[in-house]
C-alpha cells in the first residue's frame, strides 16, 4: 500500500436519470412463457426502466450528469474530463461522451467513451484516479450509461428479463489530505478467453453487417447463464479480497457493499463468501434489472441518499461483467 503520496480523488457528487417507461414482470408474462415469480426468484427483478423513443445513452448520460455537477457544486466549464463507459453507443462514432460534452456545456472538457460493458464504470474510475492522482486533471466527470434495451432479443426469456436502461454519474475531484479518504484505491482485471460467455456476436470490423447476421440475431445479447454465474462469483469475491488486502483493511471494515446489480443470487453468493452480512449489501435490482455500466453508479447514488454511505465510513464498490471483465475499489467517504 503506497502512503506517501497525499493527493487523493474524491467524490464531489453524484447523480442519476431513469427513463420514465416502466416494463414489470407483469408485463413480460404478456408476451413470454415466463411468469412474475419465475422472475423474481431467479434474479431478483420486479420491474425495470426502458428508453423511449428520442431517448439513448447521451440523453440519459446528459441529465446524469447535470445532476453530479449540482451536487458537486461545479460548473461546466470546470470540467477537465468526461468519460463515458457505456456499451450501447448512440452510434459508432463519434464517441457518445462527446454529445453529453457538448449536452453539459464542457467546453473546456476532453471527452471519450470507454467500453468494458458492466465494468466499464469501476474501469473509468481507475482512469480518471490516475489522471487526478498525477495532478494531470483537477475535476473529471465519469458517468454510466445504458440503453440496453436496444440490443435484447426481447423474444429470448433467458436475457430480456434482466436489463434495463439509465445513467448513473459522479464527479471526481482533486484533494490534498493527510488521512486515506476519497478513492482508496482501483483494482481491475480482464480475461478474453472467456469473452463468449456474454456477447453481442455482431460487429463491423469482423464482417460486413448483413441481412443474415440480423436475421441470426447476431446483434442482440447471447448469454451462458450458469456458466457467467460461477465464474463472476469467483472474481468478484477475489478482486474484493485484493482490495482489502491492498489497503491493509478486513470485512469487518466495510461500511456497505454496493455491487453490480446483475442478479440477486450473484450478490449472495459473492457477499456470503466474503462472510459480509446482508444489513451492509445495498440492492436495488428489483426496481431497475441489470443496467450494466449505470449499474453501480446509480446504487451509489441512492444509498447515499438512503443516507446509508455515513462520512468515513468505508465503501466497498465490486462487478463482473462481459469480456471477462472483473473490478473493485474502496472509497473512504
Not at 459522479?170 to 476519497?182: A, C, D, H, T
Request: aromatic residues 6%; proline residues 3%.
Amino acid at each position: 500500500m503506497n502512503t506517501g503520496n497525499k493527493i487523493r480523488a474524491e467524490i464531489a457528487g453524484t447523480g442519476i436519470f431513469l427513463p420514465g417507461k416502466v416494463l414489470t414482470n407483469a408485463d413480460l408474462e404478456k408476451t413470454l412463457d415466463t411468469s412474475d415469480e419465475w422472475i423474481r426468484t431467479r434474479t431478483g427483478i420486479c420491474e425495470r426502466r426502458i428508453a423511449d423513443e428520442g431517448e439513448s445513452s447521451s440523453t440519459f448520460a446528459i441529465q446524469a450528469g447535470k445532476m453530479a455537477l449540482k451536487s458537486a457544486r461545479i460548473q461546466p466549464n470546470e470540467l477537465d474530463l468526461i468519460i463515458v463507459c457505456t456499451s450501447t453507443p448512440d452510434i459508432l462514432f463519434p464517441a457518445t461522451a462527446c454529445f453529453v460534452q457538448n449536452g453539459l456545456g464542457a467546453v473546456n472538457a476532453a471527452a471519450y467513451d470507454i467500453s468494458a460493458v458492466c465494468s466499464g464504470f469501476v474501469f473509468g474510475l481507475s482512469i480518471a484516479e490516475q489522471y487526478i492522482k498525477s495532478s494531470r486533471y483537477r475535476h473529471v466527470l465519469i458517468i454510466g450509461s445504458e440503453t440496453n434495451s436496444r440490443i435484447v432479443d426481447w423474444s429470448d426469456r433467458s436475457t430480456c428479463i434482466l436489463f434495463g436502461d439509465g445513467a448513473g454519474a459522479i464527479v471526481l475531484k482533486k484533494s490534498e489530505m493527510n488521512e486515506p479518504r476519497g478513492l482508496l484505491s482501483t483494482h481491475i482485471h480482464s480475461d478474453g478467453g472467456k469473452s463468449d460467455l456474454i456477447i453481442v456476436p455482431g460487429g463491423i470490423g469482423k464482417k460486413t453487417i448483413s441481412h443474415e447476421a440480423i436475421d441470426k440475431k447476431e446483434y442482440f445479447i447471447h448469454m451462458s447463464g450458469n456458466a457467467t454465474f460461477k465464474v463472476a462469483v469467483k472474481r468478484m469475491a477475489e478482486v474484493s479480497k485484493e482490495a482489502l488486502d491492498f489497503n491493509e483493511l478486513s470485512v469487518e471494515d466495510i461500511g456497505l457493499v454496493v455491487p453490480h446489480q446483475a442478479n440477486r443470487r450473484i450478490i449472495d453468493a459473492v457477499t456470503d463468501k466474503l462472510g459480509i452480512p446482508k444489513e451492509k449489501v445495498f440492492m436495488n435490482i428489483e426496481k431497475y434489472g441489470n443496467t450494466s455500466s449505470a449499474s453501480i453508479p446509480i446504487a451509489m447514488h441512492e444509498a447515499s441518499k438512503a443516507g446509508l454511505i455515513k462520512p468515513g465510513s468505508l465503501t466497498l464498490l465490486v462487478v463482473a461483467g462481459a469480456g471477462l471483465t472483473w473490478g473493485a475499489a474502496l472509497i473512504r467517504w
